[in-house]
T-cell receptor, first 116, second 112 residues
Framework: GQQVMQIPQYQHVQEGEDFTTYCNSS?????IQWYKQRPGGHPVFLIQ?????EVKKQKRLTFQFGEAKKNSSLHITATQTTDVGTYFC????????????????FGQGTILTVHP | DGGITQSPKYLFRKEGQNVTLSCEQN?????MYWYRQDPGQGLRLIYY???????QKGDIAEGYSVSREKKESFPLTVTSAQKNPTAFYLC???????????FGQGTRLTVV
């Protein structure tokens, strides 16, 4: 079955340093989504990537979707203490579409700690 | 005020007892999901439902059961067959085939 792997599991950075988390799927994805979970909270949607090679930016966050639609990355420039939390990628299988919502599979998440 | 509600927030049960976690949404979403979250293991899919009266097993369905009798509701029962039931359980819903998931606040279940 579809597996989504995410690395690293933990990342500790000093405020102002950059941060990157990587996501790899065992199968081709129709799209990939990224979520952020603050400590003690629930996952909140950040962005969705659909097209092969797509790159999207949200302020200091840059999201990429690989050409083969099997991998993705999230890069944060100049981290701030407000970036603390767990970042998850989530993939929908390549055959999802039409009236099928598909099996939304999450990676293990990367726990980001930012030291002031 | 639209959203997805899980109750209760904290739940304690004795080993060997079945327990049902509630998940209700008023977003008119067709798809609903149950995930289990353990430290260091991310979100693992238990069951999901794409339409009323239909549901599919996720990756860790053993020891769990669900029903989808109404569009708004997707309760999860943790049975006594689940060997390690203590975890944080998250319910989510999606409104279209290409949209994001909205999560409830979660239920933290502790079995003693």
């Amino acid at each position: 079955g579809q597996q989504v792997m995410q690395i690293p599991q933990y990342q500790h950075v000093q405020e102002g340093e950059d941060f990157t988390t990587y996501c790899n799927s065992s199968t081709t994805l129709s799209n990939i989504q990224w979520y952020k979970q603050r400590p003690g909270g629930h996952p909140v949607f950040l962005i969705q990537l659909v097209k092969s090679g797509e790159v999207k930016k949200q302020k200091r966050l840059t999201f990429q979707f690989g050409e083969a639609k099997k991998n993705s990355s999230l890069h944060i420039t100049a981290t701030q203490t407000t970036d603390v939390g767990t970042y998850f990628c989530a993939g929908l299988p390549g055959n999802a579409g039409g009236t099928s919502y598909g099996k939304l599979t999450f990676g293990q998440g990367t726990i980001l700690t930012v030291h002031p | 005020d639209g959203g997805i509600t899980q109750s209760p927030k904290y739940l304690f049960r004795k080993e060997g007892q079945n327990v049902t976690l509630s998940c209700e949404q008023n977003l008119n979403h067709d798809a609903m999901y149950w995930y289990r979250q353990d430290p260091g293991q991310g979100l693992r899919l238990i069951y999901y439902s794409q339409i009323v009266n239909d549901f599919q097993k996720g990756d860790i369905a053993e020891g769990y059961s669900v029903s989808r009798e109404k569009k708004e509701s997707f309760p999860l029962t943790v049975t006594s067959a689940q060997k390690n039931p203590t975890a944080f359980y998250l319910c989510a819903s999606r409104g279209d085939t290409n949209t994001e998931a909205f999560f409830g606040q979660g239920t933290r279940l502790t079995v003693v």
